[in-house]
């Protein structure tokens, strides 16, 4: 690897990569009519635009840090990979039913039903490519179209794209992340959402991007609000494992089981990200018309993820708890290091595998003739001076805020963090 201060080779890579590495969300309308006016107007993934230009500049030699990364860097157990080349020497090669395998189905009722408390039976049960392909299915199955969904904001960034594209219309809920426990949640602002005929709620704890965790008494409060409207409430758990200084995951289906979607997968508990495979569970009349999506779209997701999956969810629970404690670990080493920095505001996360540092204290300056104006431009001075891959949080509604994520190594946090001090302190 070459040193990342080998600053004229990089200012040519950057200089080739700025071209495509275009910082505006929203695209241009294709032109040629190749694209129907709804996914023309999608905006890109800005995370996974950014980590693709982490990876390609890594792939010239250069010593990029990415803080940029969606998925946890620990390896699928063996166990899981073991049940996965079990079901390819056993032919389990062919479809299955479109909502999954029903020793899997079984065993996903019985796996969410601990996390949330709830009894679910198998057809509650839904298996999909992918938490998010559930959350998709979920909502073109529960939108008519221009239904108002709420989405609490900063939020993970294709939620409002995913109810674009199922033909529903997001509305944001502030979620005061920074405020202290118990006191995050705007029950004002939500019953006004609600009034204003928003009927579906998009709930997301542990939250990506924010790290917080939703606590028993907020959980309770919102239920509470909730129970007496007519609303369907889809809550994606999918970091329900990685939660940490002892706190506990507490799901809305516990409180509104007949009107709430859970949602999870194996893709963050157990470093499956590739496998593909999440899942929803929830009142029979949502899941099956779910199902029907999937069924004309997908059909069944991969059979030998299934296999994979089920070994993942019945299995020891040593390697979540090993991840678990690895993420909290790391937690801490970034949070002392980011605190270090002056001018760098931070919530602590309480679960997930993400910060989000308020850096509004650094933008509007300039620096060698470089603007830094917004948090895109943050990311790309610093990935452009000290090779920092972070995400602009303008992607989550939270425009002056960046995200890092801590799924790298221990080495990796500290001289990543210790790049982006040199380079803010040149903009302090
Ligand atoms: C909040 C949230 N939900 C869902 C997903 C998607 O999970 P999967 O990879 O299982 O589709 C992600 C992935 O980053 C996420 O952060």
Known sequence: MRNYSVVKHISL?????????????????????????L?????????????AWAEELKRQGIDVISFSAGEPDFLTPDFVKE??????????????????????????????GKSTGVRYSYEQVLVSSGAKQAIFNVLVA????????IVPRPYWVSYPEMVRIAGGKTVFWDINFFSSNDDRLNLDQL?????????????????NPAGYVLTDR???????????????????????????????????????????????????????????IGFAAGPVDIISLAAKVQAHTT????????????AAITGPSETVDAVRAAFEHRRDIAVSALSQIEGIALAVPEGTFYLLPDVSSFLNRSVDG????????????????VFVACVPADAFGLPGFIRLSFATGETEIISGIDRMRSALLRLG
Not at 13 to 37: P, Q, R, W
Not at 375 to 385: E, I, R, T, V
């Open 13 to 37: 890579i950057y200089l080739k990569y700025s071209v495509y590495f275009n910082f505006t969300v929203h695209k241009e309308k294709v032109s040629m009519g190749l694209n129907s006016s």
């Open 39 to 51: 996914v023309s107007e999608l905006s890109d993934s800005i995370t996974l635009r950014i980590s």
């Open 83 to 112: 049940a996965a080349k079990d079901a390819i020497d056993d032919n389990f090669t062919r479809y299955t039913p479109a909502a999954g395998a029903l020793t899997l189905r079984e065993a996903v009722a019985d796996y969410i």
């Open 142 to 149: 529960t939108l008519t179209p221009g239904e108002k969904v």
């Open 191 to 207: 019953e006004h959402l609600l009034d204003n005929g928003a009927s579906v709620l998009l709930l997301n704890s542990p939250n």
């Open 218 to 276: 907020e959980i309770l409060s919102l239920a509470r609000l909730l129970e007496r409207r007519d609303i369907t409430v889809i809550s994606d758990e999918i970091y329900d494992k990685i939660i940490f200084d002892g706190r506990h995951h507490i799901s809305i289906a516990r409180y509104l089981p007949d009107r709430t979607v859970v949602v999870n997968g194996v893709s963050k508990s157990f470093s499956m990200t590739g496998w593909r």
């Open 299 to 310: 059909s069944s997701p991969c059979s030998i993820s299934q296999k994979a999956a089920l």
């Open 370 to 385: 470089e603007k830094v104006v917004t948090s895109f431009d943050l990311c790309k001075y610093l990935l452009n001076k």
